[in-house]
């Protein structure tokens, strides 16, 4: 892509972290169980909630996009990158407020900056080390 902008980085880190549930468990191989299936009765299932739907497997393409998009959280600092993901995965403001111990608008403003951060090495920028905070996001919204 040519030019990136925090909206494509966000899209991208949550299809990431969508596809990271949509993943199969991990199993220790080689152990199986020799019991036969039950055979379930209707009087059985009576009074029970429905088994709940299952999403399907990740594409193959999505799973190559969440693999290219993985390494990007090794740009940011390690509590950005975990707050970045948190965000990704749709957790709240308030636990991730929590977790960090600091103010939802500190957290929104962290949060901003490490995307940023990202669209300016994606988009190939030099990333000022003299320059604020401010001055990286400011660059990234009007471009």
């Known amino acids: 892509m ?16 969508d596809v990271m549930k949509r993943l ?29 739907m299952k999403r399907p497997p990740p594409l193959p393409d999505a799973i190559s996009r969440m693999e290219a998009t993985l390494p990007w959280l090794r740009w940011l600092e390690p509590d950005d990158a975990r707050l970045v993901w948190a965000r990704a995965e749709g957790t709240p403001w308030k636990p991730i407020c ?10 929104h403003r962290r949060w901003e900056y490490a995307l940023s951060l990202i669209v300016w090495r994606l988009n190939e920028w030099r990333v000022p080390g003299k320059r604020s905070r401010r001055f990286v996001i400011e660059r990234v919204e009007r471009t």
């Open 24 to 52: 199969p468990d991990v199993r220790v191989q080689g152990y199986f169980s020799v019991w036969p299936k039950i055979a379930h009765e209707f009087a059985d299932l009576v009074g029970q909630e429905p088994p709940r």
């Open 2 to 17: 040519a030019d990136w902008t925090r909206e494509q980085v966000e899209e991208r880190l949550i299809e990431a972290a």
């Open 98 to 107: 929590w977790r960090f111990g600091i103010a939802r608008a500190t957290a």
